[in-house]
């Protein structure tokens, strides 16, 4: 025990509730990372993410400003972390706040905090609003899409893609509509939620695969896992899923990878049509939170990519366990309120 | 015909097609084709082998065998190229 190198480790996302956030998956798999004595940090937006609770995950969490408070209050705050915890890898597990993240991992560096993210222009290659011309480029298939501000733009798209159609929000959500009412009432939705613009999208029909992968940010291929959704809630999280022997699923991730240098780790949400055509519904900018199953099938992603943050060198994963199945429990924790008033009041537990 | 190779069959006839991450139960007679298919015997040979063990009419299990062909082709578990 006393040969093993301590590390600090701060992940966000613990928000494990029905539309979880991966943080809460990303740190189990961290805590596995051989040869390291791990503490995780937890950084959270709300004082109910289970996440800061659950015995085993962080070892203690610290509230952070929202991403719509900027880069400085978020630095500011990080600044403070990092004085008492002296952190040596930060792991974003929400899109919404990858950008605030990007644009500090420079300051971040020169705190002593690694990070293994992909660059600005990575991240908005893959964005919603960019990816059916991102995939028209690399020859990726893709469902056609129409970006738009306004919900009188709604009919003229209908005319174009015909019902079902999906209506998609800036970040996250997306509603199948096969009426213009329901586009409509989706479109109000999604704005309030999430801002605009709206993405409308081209339905496709067939099974959804999703990969879960990690580059090293040189064109190469660390771990690529196909997993197939088999139980889905109805906001489309998988809630039970099972690893795929799918050679094809793999070279998606190689090639997109390769055709990105991608930095980082990554989930490609594809669907596969009855006559095996991958289409790209979305490609995540990072970790998703079904990805404890890579661990559990053989595939360490999170613990590779502490590694590659702190410099190491990480040889590729080759193989592992097909019909490795994960399910999705909910469990009622027991509490004092002190601890939530505590951190609702201090910040930090 | 022939099955695809990567289908894992458990004793208790759960079929589970890696590729696709499908899965089915199999009652017992289904689970004796699948493992004969898996053994590489001919139809034929999975006909008389069926006939030997249940107490059926040949056209009961010619009828059978088919249509059990037939959901398997129906659900993308059978080879359309020998492998």
Redesign the interface.
């Known amino acids: 025990m006393g040969s093993k190198k301590k590390i600090t480790v701060a992940v966000t996302g613990l928000n494990a509730v029905d539309s979880p956030g991966p943080g809460v998956a990303v740190a189990r798999g961290v805590r596995e990372l051989e040869g390291y004595d791990v503490r995780i940090i937890g950084l959270s937006y709300e004082a109910l993410e289970p996440g800061i609770y659950m015995d085993g995950i962080a070892d203690k969490t610290y509230q952070i400003p929202y991403p719509s408070a900027g880069s400085e209050s978020l630095m500011m705050r990080l600044e403070y972390i990092n004085e008492q915890e002296k952190i040596d890898v930060l792991i974003p597990n929400f899109d919404a706040e990858l950008y605030n993240f990007i644009k500090l991992s420079p300051k971040l560096k020169e705190m002593g905090i690694n990070t293994y993210m992909p660059t600005t222009e990575q991240f908005e290659a893959r964005d919603k609003v960019n990816l059916y011309a991102f995939c028209q480029k690399h020859g990726f298939y893709v469902p056609r899409d129409k970006t738009i501000y306004n919900v009188s733009e709604l009919p003229a798209v209908a005319a174009h893609f015909n019902y079902p159609m999906v209506v998609k929000g800036k970040y996250y959500e997306a509603v199948v509509c096969q009426t213009l009412d329901q586009a409509q009432k989706a479109f109000h939705k999604l704005e309030a939620k999430w801002g605009l613009p709206i993405i409308v999208q081209e339905y496709i029909s067939g099974t959804e695969i999703n990969v879960a992968a990690l580059g090293d940010g040189h064109g190469e291929t660390v771990s690529a896992v196909p997993m197939r959704k088999l139980f889905i809630t109805d906001k489309g999280k998988a809630w039970a899923g099972v690893t795929l022997e799918d050679s094809r699923l793999v070279k998606l991730a190689k090639d997109f990878i390769k055709a990105t240098n991608w930095r980082g780790g990554f989930e490609l949400e594809l669907m596969v049509t009855t006559d095996g055509r991958p289409y790209f519904m979305e490609i995540n900018p990072r970790f998703p939170a079904w990805i404890y199953l890579t661990v559990g099938a053989g595939q360490n992603q999170p613990a590779a990519l502490v590694k590659l943050a702190m410099g190491e060198k990480v040889k590729p994963y080759e193989t592992y366990e097909v019909g490795k199945t994960f399910i999705r429990y909910s469990w009622d924790m027991i509490i004092d309120i002190e601890q939530f008033q505590h951190f609702s009041a201090f910040g930090e537990n | 015909m022939k099955i695809l190779t990567?289908i894992?069959v458990s004793e208790s006839g759960y079929l589970?097609n890696?590729?696709?991450?499908d899965s089915f139960s199999s009652n017992l007679v289904a689970t004796d084709i699948i493992t004969l298919m898996k053994q590489n015997k001919t139809s034929d040979e999975i006909k008389k082998a069926l006939q030997a063990k249940y107490d059926v009419e040949k056209s009961t299990i010619e009828r059978d065998y088919d249509e059990f062909i037939q959901e398997l082709g129906d659900n993308y578990l059978l080879s359309t190229d020998g492998k």
């Open positions: 990567n894992a589970f890696p590729t696709n991450g």
